[in-house]
């Protein structure tokens, strides 16, 4: 069983700025890939950012330059920094882990998610 912990969402004024984090904790041998993802109203989940444990990262086309992830491999955390938020970046940001238990099998997690809201 593993734990996440969201924080950081909040209200923002459009062009401000946010620092999401998300601490996992739990069975984990490994944690292979985190990211972040969101879902909008009437929207499909999609993906903002990823990173490997290696410190590859992904990027959603719409936060690329504005977005940046990162994390802390000794503490199973992961960070995504958002700046020159805009409103239609207002969404529900899902934590995600992907990682090995002590059993050999690999698995993913989500957190419960946390409200960005951008104001224009």
């Known amino acids: 069983q593993v734990h996440l912990v969201e924080s950081g969402g909040g209200l923002v004024q459009a062009g401000g700025s946010l620092r999401l984090s998300c601490a996992a904790s739990?069975?984990?041998?490994?944690?292979?890939?985190m990211g972040w993802y969101r879902q909008a109203p009437g929207k499909q989940r999609e993906l903002v950012a990823r990173?490997?444990?290696?410190?590859?990262?992904n990027y959603g086309d719409s936060v690329k330059g504005r977005f940046s992830i990162s994390r802390d491999n000794a503490e199973n955390t992961v960070y995504l920094q958002m700046n020159s938020l805009k409103a239609d970046d207002t969404a529900v940001y899902y934590c995600?882990?992907?990682?090995?238990?002590?059993?050999?099998?690999?698995?993913?997690?989500w957190g419960q998610g946390t409200q960005v809201t951008v104001s224009s």
């Open positions: 995600n882990v992907k990682y090995s238990g002590y059993d050999a099998r690999d698995y993913s997690s």
């Open positions: 990173i490997t444990s290696g410190g590859s990262t």
């Open positions: 739990g069975s984990i041998f490994s944690i292979n890939v």
